[in-house]
């Protein structure tokens, strides 16, 4: 595989080891125009990116394609997707704004007084896949990199990301590691939120909202947490066992089988980290930054996604290995 010099980069090993190089043993990407590019190692599908274009022809249809996301697949079968994808606003899904793995700030400033909710895709704001830059794969690893752009309530680009995703094939599960570069020509953009709307998140599939999220757990640095139990970051309390969290794991139900969804933190994103969960399968963390022409937003995360519990020893190891890269 070539080299990539690219400003982003997102991680993924999963699961299978290929001895040759053939549609049955490799990886390979499926591509349907402007709605969705899948990664799928032989038949077994393994990542999507969900990259249609804003559509702002009405309200519905702004709301289905507002932001780009990826979702990912049980590292096993790749029968089952483990992530939420866009829905309609209607009492069938709950919280229908949130999608897969997927990154944006619901309080965001700029020029004149100008404001902006990339979390919620409120008032006509966005943003959007402009183009996939590259792609590649063969039987050891694939990549993509993506060009997407985020406009204001008056459609004007008021920033510029890159997010990339190399996948290389190895046993144990799916890992991700994300990580993107967003920049603006502005004099400064400030990026701010609250832990349940901005920063970068993981949402569950719809099924866990719906009917299993009292089975949903929160596996910290300090222990297991309680079934249906949650932490987050409030600014009255600030509980530090919220803040700046090398890693946090959910463990949470689909389909009859339990899963569980590491998330790593790297040393280098920007202090302080808010800690967000929800029971129903959604968790993350968001910080404030002031983003201007010489000073790009620069992230890592790192997301392992297997069937079954994990050990704190496991997940030690892990956030060692990612934090030593």
């Known amino acids: ?65 507002f932001k780009p996301f990826h979702q990912v697949f049980d590292p096993k079968t790749g029968t089952t997707l483990l992530s939420s994808g866009a829905h309609p606003k209607t009492n ?12 944006g700030f619901n309080k965001i400033t700029y020029g004149d007084q100008q404001i902006a909710d990339i979390w919620h895709g409120t008032k006509n704001v966005y943003s959007t896949c402009d183009k996939i830059l590259s792609m590649q794969a063969d039987a050891k690893s694939a990549a993509h990199t993506a060009a997407i752009s985020w406009h204001g309530m008056d459609g004007k680009e008021f920033a510029n990301e890159e997010r990339t995703v190399t996948v290389f094939n190895v046993a144990g599960g799916t890992q991700l590691d994300w990580s993107t570069v967003l ?24 099924e866990v909202a719906q009917s299993t999220a009292k089975q949903t757990y929160y596996f910290r640095p300090d222990g297991k947490g309680k079934e249906g139990e949650t932490r987050n970051w409030d600014a009255k309390g600030k509980d530090p066992k919220t803040v700046n969290l090398a890693w946090n794991t959910m463990s949470f139900v689909v389909e009859g089988k339990r899963y569980s969804v590491l998330r790593i933190n ?46 704190q020893e496991a997940c030690e190891k892990m956030t060692a290995s990612f934090i030593a890269n």
Do not use: C
């Open 92 to 103: 069938e899904f709950k919280f229908p704004h949130h999608r897969g793995l997927f990154f």
């Open 266 to 311: 790297h040393p280098s994103n920007p202090k302080e980290t808010r800690g967000s969960e929800r029971d129903y399968g959604r968790f993350g963390d968001y910080f404030e930054f002031d983003l201007t022409p010489s000073s790009p937003l620069k992230l890592r995360y790192r997301i392992w996604v297997q069937e079954g519990e994990m050990t």
């Open 183 to 206: 920049t603006t020509k502005l004099d400064k953009v400030r990026l701010d939120g609250d832990p349940q709307h901005a920063g970068f998140h993981f949402r569950a599939a719809q």
């Open 1 to 65: 595989m070539k080299s990539l010099t690219l400003a982003g980069t997102l991680l993924v090993l999963v699961s299978g080891v290929a001895s040759a190089q053939s549609p049955k043993n490799a990886f390979h990407f499926v591509e349907k125009k402007g709605e969705t590019l899948d990664l799928k190692f032989g038949d077994r599908d393994v990542l999507r990116f969900v990259n249609k274009p804003r559509d702002g022809t009405d309200e519905d249809s702004h709301f289905m394609s």
